[in-house]
């Protein structure tokens, strides 16, 4: 009896359009649009792939042919104001993004920047966790970027 409602929920699971994530074939968010987005070194790299694949899924204006989006990032932290005692007390994440959209009509180029400044908490570890969370907020700022830059490119021409 067992089986026989395990085959019915996986029948019904199958009509819904349920593919498992991991499965092979499965598409990803990297499948999805005309746009593919080449892989950029580093975890600052990695969260900026994944938040130019979301921005770009809707795709462009004018891009119906397949186009690859190659992105050189630069990012650094920098400490703006320090304590009476030498400890940062706030700092800044500054990324600049070169990018270059190739497609079989020609290419699209151009530099970004975006700038996330955060305070540094006085709690232990909280300088790693402000850190990573100035990182991520930078990435996603930068990845609109140079979204919005491409919009405004591609609408030019």
């Known amino acids: 009896m067992k089986q026989v409602l395990a085959a019915l929920a996986l029948l019904a699971a199958s009509a819904c359009g349920f593919q498992p994530v991991y499965a092979p074939g499965a598409s990803s968010l990297a ?11 580093g975890r600052s790299g990695y969260m900026l792939r994944q938040a130019l694949q979301r921005e770009l899924a809707i795709g462009l204006p004018g891009i119906t042919e397949p186009a690859t989006l190659n992105v050189i990032l630069d990012d650094n ?29 020609g290419t699209v180029s151009g530099e970004v920047d975006a700038v996330t400044d955060f305070a540094v908490p006085d709690a232990p570890y909280g300088d790693v966790a402000a850190q990573t969370g100035a990182y991520d907020r930078t990435m996603r700022q930068l990845a609109k970027n140079i979204v919005a830059d ?4 591609l609408a030019a021409n």
Not at 77 to 105: H, I, K, M, W
């Open 77 to 105: 932290l920098t400490r703006l104001a320090f304590q009476p005692d030498g400890a940062a007390s706030r700092s800044s994440v500054v990324a600049s993004g070169r990018y270059v959209l190739a497609r079989e009509s």
């Open 31 to 41: 499948d999805s649009g005309p746009i593919s987005v080449e892989p950029i070194r």
């Open 150 to 153: 491409l919009r405004l490119q």
